[in-house]
């Protein structure tokens, strides 16, 4: 009786799964008052004196069903007086970075030079170990301006095309959106160059106007933050230049719009007058909740509360690997684990976990179980996840390294990218979003994810043997080889630029020939349970 009602279980689970991939299911599935599943972004960040070899992280999980997947190196160059730089909106299935179907918004002024830097859908660090990540925090609709000609992408890129360190890439920022316009949803940049990490969100001046809104807070060198698809920054001691700075018009616009009154007695706080909602949404809250309760669980923070503190200090100290097994987080062992009352009977008579019991389950399925959705760290939708080091004691080549992975964070392999190597593999440089293409190093790690939904209990087990190795890999060999790699640069700086991209290139390589094996493998291992 036991392993009639497991079969049955396990065939109805089965095929509301695979009615879940069908095209159009899951839009189909979600309410149209609430985000799609696990969309929106994720990004933490470590002080350098919260790290464990002092170097400062910032991180970005690219939670999006639509960002391009193609990725380059924008090389440093020079410019002659008078010219200008393009401004463009790039739709976000480019299929390159001279897609023709991107729109042309308007021009600026081009600078003297403009730095290299690592180009993705959101560009993520330049040649002077400035880096970015980001989430998207949503303003009230007022605030959106139809009238600026730069977008957040875009203002990532000619940050990190001018800016060496995090306070000039807001200076920057300022300068660009106050005479140019930002016309965007509210974003915050969480900015890292080699001593600070600082937080950075921005809003539209309003309907009609050319500018922005905008308020940063330095995250102290010891501590650690979040930012989860809401606002953070809430008062602002704007007297302590060493931790706060706001645009000029932060507190004015604010009474002007009717966001807040002085004579309300009430503090200004910055989130709450230019995007309140986002700290009433536990689609955000829960994540704020477990980055910062896995590192300071001394805090025993509140799952159910609505604030939390800006950044906390870790319990112990934090390394790439440690903010890498929390973008894999799908809250495991507490009440908030989607999977946690999928058990079936084995043969021996033990209680274990569903094959099918997958934290991502699709909306039909979780209807079908009555399972409460949570939006998990992790996410399914991810088209690919950066944890940056800066570094102060390296050079920018060897110092300035992006650990990257393509799609969902828990079943892929995040490898070291340095800034200093000279192009991508041609791999990461096909666009996978309008196409299948075995070409595409997107794809090889997409089919794996996707192919571990049918049995994600026990394709992962196999799944976690091919990351995991590839990842211990390159984190022990790390050290050797920037000792390597720094003799080399203080005799040839060219010639160490090429060692940096041969080896980048060589582990993002094995990887992808190692996910496409993977995949012929899960299909022979697991097609008869099928």
């Not at 396990?10 to 899951?26: E, K, T």
Request: glycine fraction near 6%; aromatic fraction near 10%.
């Amino acid at each position: 009786m036991r392993k009639s009602r497991s079969l049955s279980f396990l065939i109805v689970g089965l095929a509301v799964l695979a009615l879940s991939f069908l095209p159009g299911s899951q839009a189909a599935s979600v309410r149209r008052d609430e985000p799609l599943e696990f969309d929106s972004c994720t990004s933490i960040l470590v002080g350098r004196l919260a790290s464990v070899d002092g170097s400062t992280m910032t991180s970005h999980s690219c939670d999006s069903g639509t960002d391009r997947t193609w990725m380059t190196i924008v090389p440093n160059m020079k410019h002659k007086p008078g010219e200008t730089a393009k401004v463009y909106y790039e739709p976000k299935r480019s299929k390159g970075p001279n897609d023709p179907d991107r729109l042309e918004t308007g021009e600026i002024p081009q600078v003297a030079e403009t730095y290299a830097y690592l180009n993705t859908a959101y560009p993520i660090m330049n040649e002077h170990q400035l880096a970015i990540g980001e989430t998207t925090i949503g303003s009230r609709r007022e605030l959106v301006s139809e009238v600026g000609i730069i977008d957040a992408p875009e203002l990532y890129r000619f940050v990190l095309e001018r800016a060496k360190t995090a306070r000039e890439a807001i200076r920057v920022a300022d300068e660009l959106t106050k005479a140019y316009g930002y016309n965007d949803w509210g974003e915050c940049f969480t900015f890292a160059d080699t001593k600070e990490v600082w937080h950075f969100e921005i809003h539209g001046p309003g309907k009609g106007k050319k500018g922005a809104v905008w308020a940063a807070q330095r995250v102290p060198d010891d501590e650690i933050g979040v930012s989860a698809n809401a606002g953070r920054i809430r008062r602002l001691d704007l007297a302590t230049a060493d931790y706060f700075m706001a645009s000029a018009n932060v507190i004015s616009l604010a009474e002007e719009l009717g966001f807040w009154s002085k004579a309300s007695g009430q503090p200004f706080e910055f989130c709450y007058a230019y995007n309140p909602e986002s700290r009433t949404s536990l689609y955000c809250r829960r994540r704020e909740w477990r980055v910062l309760s896995l590192l300071a669980p001394s805090l025993k923070l509140n799952p159910e509360s609505e604030n939390y503190p800006f950044s906390v200090k870790p319990d112990k100290k934090v390394s790439v690997a440690d903010v890498l097994a929390i973008f894999r987080d799908t809250y495991g062992g507490t009440e908030y684990d989607m999977t946690r009352t999928l058990t079936s009977v084995n043969r021996k008579g033990e209680t274990v976990k569903s094959p099918i019991a997958t934290p991502f389950m699709n909306g039909d399925l979780l209807g079908l179980f009555r399972i409460k959705r949570e939006r998990t760290i992790s996410s399914p939708a991810a088209t690919y996840l950066q944890v940056t080091q800066s570094r102060d004691w390296l050079p920018g080549p060897i110092g300035g390294v992006v650990w990257l992975g393509y799609d969902n964070p828990a079943t892929t392999p995040h490898l070291p990218f340095y800034i200093g190597i000279s192009q991508m593999p041609a791999s990461y440089m096909v666009d996978g979003r309008g196409a299948f293409s075995r070409d595409c190093a997107w794809w090889a790690f997409r089919t794996v994810s996707k192919l571990a939904n049918f049995r994600w209990q026990e394709m992962t087990k196999d799944i976690e043997k091919v990351w995991k190795e590839a990842e211990d890999k390159a984190f022990g060999n790390q050290a050797k080889f920037e000792e390597e790699a720094l003799a080399l640069y203080n005799k040839d700086p060219k010639k160490a630029r090429e060692l940096l991209t041969k080896y980048s290139h060589d582990q993002a390589n094995r990887a992808v020939a190692a996910y496409g094996k993977l995949a012929d493998d899960l299909w022979l291992k697991y097609s008869g349970m099928f």
